[in-house]
């Protein structure tokens, strides 16, 4: 990561880290492609990074961010919520971001990438999500952690990418719960692509097939990855985002 680090404050306070680069000659008149991480991860991981830098080279105008309690935003972890992450998401969009996007979604950020697109409507060029995780409050817990989360009771559980196990605070699931997509018809009407490993052990391949199923828009397409697994951030992984990014129509 480099040191070129700025922050942007919330009305309310709220001080969110963020990169941004403008964009130069003909890559400036693309859309600005806007990297949402994962749960509990930041602008720091290395598909973010990647994306940032292969925008650079093209002139191309990127903006990374880390939500309210993650990376080097302010704020505490506990007190997030998609629906807080979201309002990040669109000021920082509104406030740097000129005329389309292209957001890119990983994990639950695919979540996010689709609640902030409905929210930017027309604004929208496009989406990518990578292993895209809608509704995780819903079938991602069993009904022994639902009853906990529901009674105001945080979940743990074990994390195979870190030695601290991962929290679920009930005020995250409860808004998780409130913002479910895959139930209704997910107002998008952008190109869509959504990447995902066949061998994701936390986020079932089939999620982006009922995600493709409930959104509107019909430029919609699944690549999965056989030997892919849930971060895919291999090389190879990289290349294919990257050469998705590539191949998106511009509008």
Same mark, same amino acid.
């Given at each position: 990561?480099?040191?070129?680090?700025?922050?942007?404050?919330?009305?309310?306070?709220?001080?969110?880290?963020?990169?941004?680069?403008?964009?130069?000659?003909?890559?400036?008149?693309?859309?600005?492609?806007?990297?949402?991480?994962?749960?509990?991860?930041?602008?720091?991981?290395?598909?973010?990074?990647?994306?940032?830098?292969?925008?650079?080279?093209?002139?191309?105008?990127?903006?990374?961010?880390?939500?309210?309690?993650?990376?080097?935003?302010?704020?505490?972890?506990?007190?997030?919520?998609?629906?807080?992450?979201?309002?990040?998401?669109?000021?920082?969009?509104?406030?740097?971001?000129?005329?389309?996007?292209?957001?890119?979604?990983?994990?639950?950020?695919?979540?996010?990438?689709?609640?902030?697109?409905?929210?930017?409507?027309?604004?929208?060029?496009?989406?990518?999500?990578?292993?895209?995780?809608?509704?995780?409050?819903?079938?991602?817990?069993?009904?022994?952690?639902?009853?906990?989360?529901?009674?105001?009771?945080?979940?743990?559980?074990?994390?195979?990418?870190?030695?601290?196990?991962?929290?679920?605070?009930?005020?995250?699931?409860?808004?998780?719960?409130?913002?479910?997509?895959?139930?209704?018809?997910?107002?998008?009407?952008?190109? &869509?692509?959504?990447?995902?490993?066949?061998?994701?052990?936390?986020?079932?391949?089939?999620?982006? *097939? $009922? %995600?493709? !199923? #409930? @959104?509107?828009?019909?430029?919609?397409?699944?690549?999965? &990855?056989?030997?892919?697994?849930?971060?895919?951030?291999?090389?190879?992984?990289?290349?294919?985002? *990257? $050469? %998705?990014? !590539? #191949? @998106?129509?511009?509008?």
């Amino acid at each position: 990561m480099t040191d070129d680090i700025d922050f942007h404050r919330l009305g309310d306070g709220r001080r969110i880290a963020f990169r941004h680069f403008a964009g130069h000659g003909d890559g400036a008149a693309q859309p600005t492609l806007v990297f949402l991480p994962g749960y509990m991860s930041d602008m720091a991981g290395g598909k973010a990074t990647a994306v940032f830098g292969w925008a650079r080279s093209r002139g191309q105008p990127c903006l990374l961010l880390d939500y309210s309690g993650c990376g080097r935003s302010g704020g505490e972890f506990a007190e997030g919520t998609l629906s807080r992450w979201r309002e990040e998401v669109l000021a920082l969009v509104a406030s740097r971001a000129e005329g389309p996007v292209t957001l890119i979604g990983s994990s639950m950020g695919g979540w996010l990438m689709l609640l902030a697109g409905e929210a930017l409507g027309p604004r929208m060029a496009g989406m990518v999500g990578i292993a895209a995780a809608p509704d995780f409050s819903d079938w991602g817990f069993d009904e022994r952690q639902k009853a906990d989360l529901a009674a105001g009771r945080t979940v743990l559980e074990d994390n195979p990418y870190g030695p601290e196990p991962t929290p679920t605070y009930p005020a995250f699931w409860q808004d998780a719960q409130d913002n479910r997509l895959l139930e209704r018809e997910i107002a998008v009407d952008c190109p &869509v692509r959504l990447l995902h490993g066949q061998r994701d052990p936390d986020v079932p391949w089939e999620t982006s *097939l $009922r %995600t493709a !199923a #409930a @959104l509107r828009s019909d430029d919609v397409q699944v690549t999965l &990855v056989k030997d892919g697994d849930h971060r895919l951030s291999r090389e190879q992984d990289i290349d294919l985002l *990257l $050469r %998705t990014l !590539a #191949a @998106l129509p511009i509008q």
